[in-house]
């Protein structure tokens, strides 16, 4: 068996990169061997980042250099009932947080709508985008490829599409600006988040878009897809699955369980959510949906960047004549239940919790059923912290568990 100590004694002397301790060594020992080295480098110890319960071989494909694992503590909210387009019936939510009070909050979110009945939920609308950049050589010519492109997105479905068996090219949009000529790809990519296979198939459409017409592609991704980053066009067209949640309380349940009124509520979402956010020039009209989404992916796995996207939401409160309503609809959640750290153990456990363990039947029905979840505990999250802020109880509330 390899010595982990040898191998950090060859990294120190120049002999081995970090990386290249792969070619030497099982994961477990590569991983070892590097956390030894960084020890001995920053005169630090390592002993729980090595404590960790996943396979070092089953994390090849998340991490590279690895040298251990980072421990967030997950609690759970729910049960909540749901009427979904995928999810019918209570489900429960593990979110992983290090902010003291965000899951009490949620639980007591959960708990009101649980007490009305349930919340509604629908995807609607599903599409994981890229959106590669060309030149050419004038706007003529980028009229002339735009125009090709809306002629031939058959030919270019089945470039598309012979790089996997499961994604399915639903959309190709051009968009010119001067000598640039940018495509916008959109795929249902089933069950898995689906931006691997994106690029992949957009590589291969690419290469016919060059061939068959003046434009020489730049780079694979320009930016309008948008990956990652705060974008309207994300809040307007959806990246990923848009979801929406709502529910109806009726007033009883609303002084009972939030200790204010509906109409405070829908002042508060008003004036802070829309008015404040409008002012402020905010994508995202919400109070704080990215607590939950965040929360939520640590713990199922799903790519963390990505809340920034997930952050694109708008919350709606109105007081009707029995009750309040309210509403969250998130343009662009993009997650899956196959496929990145969805196989990770803590993570695969997590999603078991939920009930969407990988491709569902049909395709596509887990991760459609994971974006309701998310989606309503969102919501939860939403109504008590602007029952909170309407009834000002915040503060005390982040004394009492934030800490």
């Given at each position: 068996?390899?010595?982990?100590?040898?191998?950090?004694?060859?990294?120190?002397?120049?002999?081995?990169?970090?990386?290249?301790?792969?070619?030497?060594?099982?994961?477990?020992?590569?991983?070892?061997?590097?956390?030894?080295?960084?020890?001995?480098?920053?005169?630090?110890?390592?002993?729980?980042?090595?404590?960790?319960?996943?396979?070092?071989?089953?994390?090849?494909?998340?991490?590279?250099?690895?040298?251990?694992?980072?421990?967030?503590?997950?609690?759970?909210?729910?049960?909540?009932?749901?009427?979904?387009?995928?999810?019918?019936?209570?489900?429960?939510?593990?979110?992983?947080?290090?902010?003291?009070?965000?899951?009490?909050?949620?639980?007591?979110?959960?708990?009101?709508?649980?007490?009305?009945?349930?919340?509604?939920?629908?995807?609607?609308?599903?599409?994981?985008?890229?959106?590669?950049?060309?030149?050419?050589?004038?706007?003529?010519?980028?009229?002339?490829?735009?125009?090709?492109?809306?002629?031939?997105?058959?030919?270019?479905?089945?470039?598309?599409?012979?790089?996997?068996?499961?994604?399915?090219?639903?959309?190709?949009?051009?968009?010119?600006?001067?000598?640039?000529?940018?495509?916008?790809?959109?795929?249902?990519?089933?069950?898995?988040?689906?931006?691997?296979?994106?690029?992949?198939?957009?590589?291969?459409?690419?290469?016919?878009?060059?061939?068959?017409?003046?434009?020489?592609?730049?780079?694979?991704?320009?930016?309008?897809?948008?990956?990652?980053?705060?974008?309207?066009?994300?809040?307007?067209?959806?990246?990923?699955?848009?979801?929406?949640?709502?529910?109806?309380?009726?007033?009883?349940?609303?002084?009972?369980?939030?200790?204010?009124?509906?109409?405070?509520?829908?002042?508060?979402?008003?004036?802070?959510?829309?008015?404040?956010?409008?002012?402020?020039?905010?994508?995202?009209?919400?109070?704080?949906?990215?607590?939950?989404?965040?929360?939520?992916?640590?713990?199922?796995?799903?790519?963390?960047?990505?809340?920034?996207?997930?952050?694109?939401?708008?919350?709606?409160?109105?007081?009707?004549?029995?009750?309040?309503?309210?509403?969250?609809?998130?343009?662009?959640?993009?997650?899956?239940?196959?496929?990145?750290?969805?196989?990770?153990?803590?993570?695969?456990?997590?999603?078991?919790?939920?009930?969407?363990?990988?491709?569902?039947?049909?395709?596509?029905?887990?991760?459609?059923?994971?974006?309701?979840?998310?989606?309503?505990?969102?919501?939860?999250?939403?109504?008590?912290?602007?029952?909170?802020?309407?009834?000002?109880h915040l503060s005390s509330a982040h004394e009492e568990l934030g800490r």
């Amino acid at each position: 068996m390899t010595d982990p100590s040898d191998l950090a004694r060859r990294v120190r002397e120049g002999e081995l990169r970090l990386h290249e301790l792969d070619d030497h060594a099982d994961p477990e020992t590569a991983a070892t061997a590097r956390r030894l080295f960084v020890e001995g480098e920053t005169d630090t110890d390592l002993d729980t980042v090595g404590e960790y319960a996943f396979d070092a071989a089953t994390a090849e494909p998340n991490i590279e250099n690895m040298i251990g694992g980072t421990q967030v503590p997950v609690g759970v909210v729910g049960p909540v009932e749901i009427d979904g387009g995928a999810v019918d019936g209570e489900r429960y939510l593990p979110l992983a947080t290090t902010e003291g009070a965000l899951i009490a909050s949620v639980n007591r979110g959960c708990s009101a709508i649980r007490a009305a009945g349930g919340a509604t939920a629908r995807v609607l609308k599903n599409g994981m985008t890229r959106a590669p950049v060309f030149t050419v050589e004038d706007v003529g010519e980028a009229a002339t490829v735009a125009a090709w492109v809306r002629e031939n997105t058959d030919a270019l479905a089945a470039a598309a599409e012979s790089t996997t068996s499961h994604g399915e090219l639903t959309d190709v949009t051009p968009y010119v600006v001067g000598d640039s000529v940018f495509l916008r790809f959109t795929y249902d990519t089933k069950d898995a988040m689906g931006m691997n296979m994106a690029t992949i198939a957009t590589e291969e459409a690419c290469g016919v878009v060059e061939a068959e017409t003046p434009a020489s592609l730049v780079a694979l991704s320009g930016n309008l897809c948008t990956d990652k980053k705060p974008a309207a066009i994300n809040a307007v067209e959806g990246r990923g699955r848009t979801v929406a949640a709502d529910v109806f309380i009726p007033h009883d349940l609303v002084e009972e369980r939030f200790k204010t009124t509906a109409d405070a509520i829908a002042e508060a979402n008003t004036r802070k959510n829309l008015v404040g956010s409008a002012k402020a020039g905010s994508l995202g009209f919400n109070a704080h949906a990215a607590n939950t989404v965040a929360a939520a992916f640590l713990a199922l796995g799903q790519d963390i960047a990505q809340v920034v996207e997930g952050s694109n939401a708008i919350t709606t409160v109105e007081e009707r004549e029995d009750g309040l309503y309210a509403s969250l609809t998130i343009a662009s959640l993009e997650v899956g239940t196959v496929g990145g750290g969805t196989g990770l153990a803590t993570q695969a456990e997590a999603l078991e919790v939920v009930g969407v363990t990988g491709g569902g039947d049909p395709a596509g029905s887990n991760a459609d059923a994971l974006a309701e979840v998310i989606a309503t505990a969102a919501l939860a999250g939403e109504l008590s912290l602007l029952a909170a802020l309407a009834s000002r109880h915040l503060s005390s509330a982040h004394e009492e568990l934030g800490r």
